[in-house]
């Protein structure tokens, strides 16, 4: 366990674990009191009348219902008008280094209102949706707030997804405009075709009337008079004036499409109050922001992290925002620890699969570098296991950057779960504890809730919080059926998690992640966090497969460090490691080393895959085209063979 560093506390928003517990006891008794304090931070036009209502078997819920607000007049004017329009909202760091630029508040609202106006004279009113498909730009942070300015729903599509992707997702909510660049530049890729994906893309869906493309490489690509406008046409002359929409509390502000089960993704629709003040109280207290800190959150805004953590949290928060649209190994492994020391950042939030990547590659990147405005880290998207958490602590924030463990969902618009940096006492790969007003339980799948500490269960919610999702849009069924069909009258998340002797949350992975090896319930994180701590291994991705006597065997995929051959001596030290750690019961049945996992483009393990080749089922994969590198299929199937 580390103990918050003095000096941490001492200029912590929070300084210590009973100051915490304090206050989020006062925010599970009295939830409605505590949320309208809370909900002060944001400027209204109208108060709210009524702060929450829900009931999660109808899977009806409302926060701040009666209250009218503007997500983009609260992320951007009101600060101006505080007299801030000079400071920097955005500083953006392209792909190539030597690109960079800074976009002040008073710069932000005039390029905002400038599109904003644009799409009004294209006949979007409040309540269409607008279909955004950009590389990490300038533009697709404007285009996001321009739409809240005008009450425009906007549904961002990850940039590397593929156009049949982007054409599902269009015609799921009916888009009415699509925005995307001519190309795109990432890594040593210096000609992503989005113009072309989003062509192949519009000739499937009815819905679009128009598509604006931004000017991004001035790569020559295909322009239709009839239906394509370049993003400098569309706003020249249009004014630099554009009054925000008042929109209600309840109102739509996004549609954010995250896989389902089915395979058919869900729409996931977050609306404007709630959302924004989850958003910016957040964003505050977990990453600790202050005034005139840099701000970086490596993520990417066609996923929630985006949304929450580098657009609406931040900007709510008057806060300096870096956008990245690079990747962390181009030019060199040293790209993140370049940008910090460029821009002097003070709180830096990745993802445990960037941080082991880069731990693949030794120590020497992090060192040669300065690192000393880094006050905090952060990690977002999967658990991080012991070594790299050790690795981030010692290596990377030498030992004085708290790490703030972070879990949540698209689902739940902001983070549930996770310390806070002067006050938790961290235990490496633990979320720690619950944030104000999140009510954690863990479910026996019978139903039943499971009390005391030092056991596992189902995780759920039982209260709503205000970033909570609203709906699947246009399938409310579905959206009951999913997260409150299981365990009625709770939400469920779809995790499993274990609640140790002092109560800390430990999430075990998705459900269909965890396996049942002779009787005994085992999560996938925990042996991929013990074969992670075997000498010489970078990476493992565990899967279940059938065992003949044991029911279900665990088989485990493993990458090893850069330099280091794959042996029988590596595999003991796996099987050695898993026993100490976890005990018998989870060694892995089976180890193939592997060059590299199967990952999406935004760095999740695709287990699917993993799980057909341990099953020998190399005829059904289904589609891998999401995937960053698909040749990585083809070589785990030959070595498997």
Same mark, same amino acid.
């Given at each position: 366990?580390?103990?918050?560093? !003095?000096?941490?506390?001492?200029?912590?928003? @929070?300084?210590?674990?009973?100051?915490?517990?304090?206050?989020?006891?006062?925010?599970?008794?009295?939830?409605?009191?505590?949320?309208?304090?809370?909900?002060?931070?944001?400027?209204?036009?109208?108060?709210?009348?009524?702060?929450?209502?829900?009931?999660?078997?109808?899977?009806?819920?409302?926060?701040?219902?009666?209250?009218?607000?503007?997500?983009?007049?609260?992320?951007?004017?009101?600060?101006?008008?505080?007299?801030?329009?000079?400071?920097?909202?955005?500083?953006?760091?392209?792909?190539?280094?030597?690109?960079?630029?800074?976009?002040?508040?008073?710069?932000?609202?005039?390029?905002?209102?400038?599109?904003?106006?644009?799409?009004?004279?294209?006949?979007?009113?409040?309540?269409?949706?607008?279909?955004?498909?950009?590389?990490?730009?300038?533009?697709?942070?404007?285009?996001?707030?321009?739409?809240?300015?005008? $009450? *425009?729903?906007?549904?961002?599509?990850?940039?590397?997804?593929?156009?049949?992707?982007?054409?599902?997702?269009?015609?799921?909510? %009916?888009?009415?405009?699509?925005?995307?660049?001519?190309?795109?530049?990432?890594?040593?890729?210096?000609?992503?075709?989005?113009?072309?994906?989003?062509? !192949?893309?519009?000739?499937?869906?009815?819905?679009?009337?128009?598509?604006?493309?931004?000017?991004?490489?001035?790569?020559?690509?295909?322009?239709?008079?009839?239906?394509?406008?370049?993003?400098?046409?569309?706003?020249?002359?249009?004014?630099?004036?554009?009054?925000?929409?008042?929109?209600?509390?309840?109102?739509?502000?996004?549609?954010?499409?995250?896989?389902?089960?089915?395979?058919?993704?869900?729409?996931?629709?977050?609306?404007?109050?709630?959302?924004?003040?989850?958003?910016?109280?957040?964003?505050?207290?977990?990453?600790?922001?202050?005034?005139?800190?840099?701000?970086?959150?490596?993520?990417?805004?066609?996923?929630?992290?985006?949304?929450?953590?580098?657009?609406? $949290?931040?900007?709510?928060?008057?806060?300096?925002?870096?956008?990245?649209?690079?990747?962390?190994?181009?030019?060199?492994?040293?790209?993140?620890?370049?940008?910090?020391?460029?821009?002097?950042?003070?709180?830096?939030?990745?993802?445990?699969?960037?941080?082991?990547?880069?731990?693949?590659?030794?120590?020497?990147?992090?060192?040669?570098?300065?690192?000393?405005?880094?006050?905090?880290?952060?990690?977002?998207?999967?658990?991080?296991?012991?070594?790299?958490?050790?690795?981030?602590?010692?290596?990377?924030?030498?030992? +004085?950057?708290?790490?703030?463990?972070?879990?949540?969902?698209?689902?739940?618009?902001?983070?549930?779960?996770?310390?806070?940096? $002067?006050?938790?006492?961290?235990?490496?790969?633990? *979320?720690?504890?619950? @944030?104000?007003?999140?009510?954690?339980?863990?479910?026996?799948? %019978?139903?039943?809730?499971?009390?005391?500490?030092?056991?596992?269960?189902?995780?759920?919610? +039982?209260?709503?919080?205000?970033?909570?999702?609203?709906?699947?849009?246009?399938?409310?069924?579905?959206?009951?059926?999913?997260?409150?069909?299981?365990?009625?009258?709770?939400?469920?998340?779809?995790?499993?998690?274990?609640?140790?002797?002092?109560?800390?949350?430990?999430?075990?992975?998705?459900?269909?992640?965890?396996?049942?090896?002779?009787?005994?319930?085992?999560?996938?994180?925990?042996?991929?966090?013990?074969?992670?701590? *075997?000498?010489?291994?970078?990476?493992?991705?565990?899967?279940?497969?059938?065992?003949?006597?044991?029911?279900?065997?665990?088989?485990?995929?493993?990458?090893?460090?850069?330099?280091?051959?794959?042996? %029988?001596?590596? !595999?003991?030290?796996?099987?050695?490691?898993?026993?100490?750690?976890?005990?018998?019961?989870?060694?892995?049945? !089976?180890?193939?080393?592997?060059?590299?996992?199967?990952?999406?483009?935004?760095?999740?393990?695709?287990?699917?895959?993993?799980?057909?080749?341990?099953?020998?089922?190399?005829?059904?994969?289904?589609?891998?085209?999401?995937?960053?590198?698909?040749?990585?299929?083809?070589?785990?199937?030959?070595?498997?063979?």
């Amino acid at each position: 366990m580390y103990i918050p560093k !003095k000096e941490t506390s001492m200029h912590s928003h @929070f300084s210590t674990l009973d100051q915490y517990e304090r206050l989020y006891n006062e925010s599970i008794q009295e939830p409605n009191e505590f949320w309208r304090k809370i909900s002060r931070r944001l400027d209204w036009i109208e108060t709210p009348h009524e702060i929450s209502r829900f009931n999660f078997k109808s899977g009806e819920i409302k926060w701040f219902s009666g209250g009218k607000l503007n997500a983009s007049y609260n992320c951007i004017d009101r600060h101006i008008e505080a007299g801030h329009g000079n400071e920097i909202a955005i500083i953006w760091e392209g792909n190539d280094p030597k690109q960079s630029k800074k976009i002040t508040y008073s710069q932000l609202l005039k390029e905002v209102s400038l599109f904003a106006n644009s799409l009004k004279s294209l006949g979007v009113q409040k309540g269409d949706r607008v279909c955004l498909y950009m590389q990490m730009i300038p533009e697709l942070a404007i285009a996001v707030l321009a739409c809240a300015r005008i $009450g *425009a729903v906007h549904s961002v599509v990850f940039g590397a997804f593929s156009s049949d992707s982007l054409r599902d997702r269009i015609n799921d909510s %009916e888009c009415k405009i699509l925005v995307t660049q001519d190309t795109g530049v990432r890594g040593t890729k210096q000609n992503i075709p989005m113009k072309e994906n989003a062509d !192949k893309a519009v000739k499937e869906t009815p819905s679009i009337q128009q598509v604006i493309v931004v000017k991004r490489t001035g790569k020559k690509v295909n322009m239709d008079s009839e239906l394509d406008l370049w993003w400098h046409e569309a706003i020249s002359g249009e004014s630099p004036v554009c009054e925000p929409e008042v929109m209600d509390a309840e109102d739509p502000l996004f549609i954010l499409y995250t896989s389902g089960s089915t395979g058919k993704p869900k729409g996931v629709l977050h609306t404007t109050g709630g959302y924004l003040v989850y958003a910016s109280f957040t964003h505050e207290i977990i990453f600790d922001y202050k005034p005139e800190d840099i701000y970086w959150c490596t993520a990417d805004l066609g996923w929630i992290t985006g949304h929450s953590y580098i657009v609406y $949290g931040p900007l709510s928060n008057r806060a300096t925002t870096l956008m990245f649209e690079g990747v962390p190994n181009y030019p060199d492994f040293g790209r993140f620890w370049d940008v910090v020391d460029k821009h002097k950042v003070n709180q830096f939030y990745t993802a445990p699969t960037a941080l082991r990547a880069l731990m693949k590659e030794g120590n020497g990147w992090v060192n040669s570098r300065n690192l000393s405005s880094l006050r905090l880290l952060g990690t977002v998207g999967e658990t991080i296991k012991e070594p790299e958490w050790n690795w981030y602590y010692n290596v990377v924030g030498k030992t +004085k950057c708290p790490i703030v463990d972070t879990w949540w969902q698209t689902e739940t618009g902001g983070i549930l779960i996770s310390p806070l940096p $002067g006050a938790t006492p961290i235990k490496p790969g633990s *979320a720690t504890l619950p @944030f104000f007003g999140v009510v954690p339980v863990l479910m026996t799948e %019978e139903g039943k809730e499971i009390e005391g500490n030092n056991v596992s269960g189902l995780l759920a919610l +039982k209260t709503s919080w205000p970033g909570q999702m609203r709906t699947i849009y246009g399938d409310h069924e579905r959206f009951i059926d999913v997260y409150f069909s299981q365990f009625p009258g709770y939400y469920f998340t779809g995790d499993g998690a274990k609640r140790d002797k002092d109560g800390y949350y430990w999430i075990t992975g998705r459900v269909d992640d965890v396996l049942n090896v002779s009787g005994h319930r085992i999560g996938t994180a925990e042996v991929e966090g013990a074969i992670g701590k *075997a000498t010489g291994v970078a990476e493992a991705a565990v899967v279940g497969f059938t065992h003949e006597i044991k029911g279900q065997g665990i088989f485990a995929f493993v990458t090893v460090m850069t330099g280091v051959l794959p042996s %029988e001596k590596i !595999k003991s030290s796996i099987l050695d490691t898993v026993t100490k750690d976890i005990g018998p019961h989870a060694k892995p049945d !089976k180890i193939q080393f592997a060059p590299a996992l199967p990952k999406t483009r935004s760095g999740k393990i695709m287990r699917r895959i993993l799980r057909k080749i341990a099953e020998r089922d190399y005829d059904n994969m289904g589609d891998i085209s999401t995937l960053a590198d698909p040749s990585v299929v083809k070589i785990l199937i030959s070595e498997s063979q």
